[in-house]
């Protein structure tokens, strides 16, 4: 089928397997590397991206459900390059990476919890945000969210 979709801010069309799953598209067709490949079971998290909004494990994930919508991959988070997401700032002061392959999901998963809860608890952060580090970091990652929500907060104050 002709899959006909936006993918940070660029309209794209590409012919695809209705059933494949769109982070081959993302990946291979689009050629952004950014979102990974994991347990390939909507498991880890590692695959995560913005459909319309909304968070999805691209792995587990349709092709043909994502027909006619706006995508927004860790590439496109911030939508001016020369000026980092909350959440990018925040990842960059706490250090939070270690080998780095879980951390766009996370960061994905982070920027949407933000979107629906402004200020969230740390006991918020670790119900909503279930993807997997193997590296352990998710004591940085709870730091950062909560670093990046007052960070959201001075941007819209300021
Ligand atoms: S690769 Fe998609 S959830 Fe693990
Ligand atoms: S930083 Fe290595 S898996 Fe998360």
């Known amino acids: ?24 598209l993302i990946r291979d067709e689009a050629k952004l590397k950014g979102t990974k490949f994991g347990c390939g079971m909507a498991q880890c998290g590692a695959c ?4 319309d909004g909304e ?11 994502a027909q006619g919508k706006t995508i927004t ?30 951390q766009s999901g996370f960061m994905m998963a982070a920027a949407h919890l933000l979107e629906e809860n402004s200020n969230p608890t740390e006991e918020d952060i670790k119900t909503s945000i279930t993807n997997i580090c193997r590296c352990g970091t998710h004591p940085r990652i709870v730091e950062a ?3 990046a929500a007052k960070l959201k907060s001075n941007e819209t104050t300021n």
């Not at 968070?55 to 459900?65: E, I, N």
Request: net charge negative; glycine share 4%.
């Open 1 to 24: 089928m002709k899959v006909n979709l936006t993918i940070n801010g660029v309209a794209s069309s590409f012919e695809a397997d209705p059933d494949m799953p769109l982070l081959w």
């Open 48 to 51: 995560s991206a913005h459909v």
């Open 55 to 65: 968070l999805v494990r691209t792995c587990s994930y349709p092709v043909q459900l």
């Open 73 to 102: 991959t860790i590439e496109g988070l911030s939508a001016n390059p020369n000026h980092l997401h909350p959440i990018q700032q925040a990842w960059l002061d706490v250090q939070v990476p270690q080998c780095g392959y879980c």
């Open 145 to 147: 969210i909560l670093l």
